[in-house]
């Protein structure tokens, strides 16, 4: 069986890959009566007297929803929150397997931003963190934007900043390998959707030199009137020499591409007139823009994609489960861009001086020191920033 068929067999057999399990054991009266009534009472007066105890006094400090409309789900597109379940769960499971993080699957029948917006907003308290997955441009910005300002959890799109702070831990790695400098790039990115623009403004703040927005239309340039409010906004930071064109254009002379946008679309030729040794994280998925063979052949110095079955593998899974479990740990009320930045540079401090090369840029995945890092990294920056309730990492 190929692995799509396997995958079908193993959700047939296994009915879902998460359960609820208790941590209390109830087998007597006592036990019942401590658990559930009359004894609960007390902890829910306490509660009611003092709403931060909810995170001692339940599992809500250690327990993330993981919430989709459905509208953007891996490469499937817009196929709605039931069909995407299966992905919900399994992020569900990966925040459990590395970073031991409860987390809960939410599939929102709606694509109205408000009604989103209020739905998440009600449950809220049942939670320390709020994961949005699989949300389509633009309307992810909005529901984002809108809950960071209603709640007080730390509200994290994974396919926008998950994406950008692992492709950061890439390249601050990459440019070690390479001897490049991050203010001294130029670098070019293949698609303007939500990742995209996450990945750009994440970039700019890690201190990267010139970054060109690429879409559809072409070269993303201020003073376009044709732009949506989204790509007027990041033209305004990006493409600093004004210029036009298409991606080949925006490729001659830069350092770095990253491909978040469909296969084929980088060819040979567009590496060839790239400068000195060039970097290529090609990560559409299954399919990369490039194969990693024809990029090296052309002239890549450094390959990496979103595929397990090549070097460089570009991987949330690296970053959420950790960065979550920091921000759980403080009880932070956001995850800002001070607590990003430490998860990248976290994330790169996991390949060491003497295991960093061209096809090792990034640890594996499976690596168990990685949550570590980067929850530990991620709580002193919440500290440090001002956005934790608890001033101590435990």
């Known amino acids: 069986m190929d692995i799509m068929e396997k995958a079908l067999e193993f959700h047939k057999r296994i009915k879902g890959k998460i359960e609820v399990v208790s941590r209390a054991k109830i087998n007597d009266r006592e036990s019942l009566s401590v658990a559930y009534?009359?004894?609960?009472?007390?902890?829910?007066?306490?509660?009611?007297?003092?709403?931060?105890?909810?995170?001692?006094?339940?599992?809500?400090?250690?327990?993330?929803?993981?919430?989709?409309d459905g509208t953007a789900v891996l490469g499937l597109g817009d196929i709605g929150g039931l069909a995407g379940m299966p992905v919900m769960e399994g992020k569900c499971a990966l925040f459990k397997e590395f970073a031991d993080v409860d987390a809960f699957p939410l599939c929102v029948k709606s694509k109205d931003t408000d009604e989103i917006v209020r739905t998440i907003e009600l449950i809220s308290d049942?939670?320390?963190?709020?994961?949005?997955?699989?949300?389509?441009?633009?309307?992810?910005?909005?529901?984002?934007?809108?809950?960071?300002?209603?709640?007080d959890i730390p509200v994290f799109h994974d396919d926008q900043h998950g994406t950008a702070i692992v492709v950061g831990a890439a390249l601050i790695n990459a440019c070690k390998v390479a001897g490049k400098k991050l203010c001294d790039?130029?670098?070019?990115?293949?698609?303007?959707?939500?990742?995209?623009?996450?990945?750009?403004?994440?970039?700019?703040?890690?201190?990267?030199?010139?970054?060109?927005?690429?879409?559809?239309?072409?070269i993303i340039c201020e003073g376009d009137e044709s732009l949506s409010d989204a790509h007027k906004e990041i033209s305004k930071i990006t493409n600093n020499r004004h210029i036009k064109g298409s991606l080949a254009d925006a490729l001659k002379g830069a350092d770095v591409f990253v491909g978040v946008s469909k296969p084929g679309l980088l060819t040979p030729d567009m590496i060839k007139e790239m400068n000195d040794k060039p970097i290529i994280f090609a990560m559409a998925n299954p399919t990369p823009e490039i194969m990693p063979d024809k990029a090296k052949e052309a002239g890549?110095?450094?390959?990496?994609?979103?595929?397990?079955?090549?070097?460089?593998q570009i991987n949330n899974v690296v970053a959420f489960p950790g960065i979550f479990k920091g921000a759980l740990s403080v009880r932070a009320k956001d995850i800002n861009e001070e607590m990003k930045l430490a998860a990248s540079f976290a994330i790169?401090?996991?390949?060491?001086?003497?295991?960093?090369?061209?096809?090792?840029?990034?640890?594996?995945?499976?690596?168990?020191?990685?949550?570590?890092a980067v929850s530990k990294a991620v709580a002193d920056a919440a500290i440090k920033s001002g956005v934790a309730r608890i001033k101590e990492v435990k």
């Open 126 to 151: 049942s939670f320390g963190g709020i994961n949005l997955e699989d949300i389509a441009a633009p309307r992810c910005f909005e529901i984002e934007k809108k809950l960071k300002e209603r709640l």
């Open 348 to 372: 790169a401090s996991c390949v060491t001086n003497d295991e960093l090369c061209a096809d090792y840029i990034l640890p594996d995945s499976f690596d168990r020191k990685i949550p570590k």
């Open 37 to 68: 009534t009359p004894g609960v009472a007390e902890p829910c007066l306490k509660i009611k007297d003092d709403p931060e105890l909810s995170y001692e006094l339940t599992r809500r400090a250690n327990l993330v929803a993981v919430i989709t």
């Open 300 to 312: 890549a110095f450094i390959v990496g994609t979103g595929r397990s079955d090549f070097p460089n």
């Open 185 to 218: 790039l130029t670098l070019v990115i293949n698609g303007a959707g939500a990742a995209g623009t996450a990945i750009g403004k994440f970039l700019i703040s890690l201190g990267v030199g010139n970054i060109i927005m690429v879409d559809i239309n072409g």
